[in-house]
């Protein structure tokens, strides 16, 4: 079933990865339209790049999104980043923030996507898709990754995986 989800585009044409773009000023254009729709809501927002999604282009990966609530829609495939040392489920990794008139998001985004693509795949990802997630239905989960000390809070599962198309408050694709 295709849930009805709120869908925006944002246009940033300066947004390009075959040089470092300048993360702030696209963020300050992603970050307002978050801004827009969002205003006053703490929101879970995941970046979604096509490419990682082979055979998929943005309007299939946002009509699968909508179906199933997240871009993981093979349950076989398994996802950059989702091993840790003590094994805990992740359904997504994402960015937690209440959205406010001074939140600034998508350039810690883009900057994550840009230079953690490079360390791991030798080439920058463009963030296609964003989905906004309502926290509250949301929780986040501590892991740590094998060889660090540090701890992080950036995976999540939902809290009635059932549904999963709920917790989701809106889709912005990034033209």
Request: glycine share 8%; charged share 30%.
């Amino acid at each position: 079933m295709t849930m009805n989800v709120p869908t925006f585009t944002v246009r940033v044409p300066q947004y390009q990865v075959d040089t470092e773009p300048d993360h702030n000023a696209v963020g300050k254009v992603v970050d307002a339209e978050l801004q827009k729709h969002f205003m006053g809501r703490t929101v879970v927002v995941r970046g979604v790049c096509s490419p990682s999604h082979p055979g998929k282009t943005v309007d299939d990966l946002v009509q699968i999104v909508k179906r199933h609530g997240v871009d993981r829609y093979d349950p076989h495939r398994k996802g950059h980043g989702y091993e840790n040392i003590d094994g805990k489920h992740i359904d997504l990794f994402a960015f937690r923030r209440k959205v406010t008139p001074r939140m600034r998001l998508f350039k810690d985004l883009s900057w994550g996507f840009y230079h953690g693509a490079i360390a791991s795949h030798r080439t920058p990802y463009r963030i296609d898709i964003l989905l906004v997630y309502d926290a509250a239905q949301l929780k986040a989960v501590l892991h740590q990754y094998e060889g660090r000390t540090d701890k992080k809070r950036d995976g999540f599962v939902f809290r009635d995986p059932e549904r999963k198309q709920k917790a989701l408050l809106g889709i912005v694709t990034i033209s």
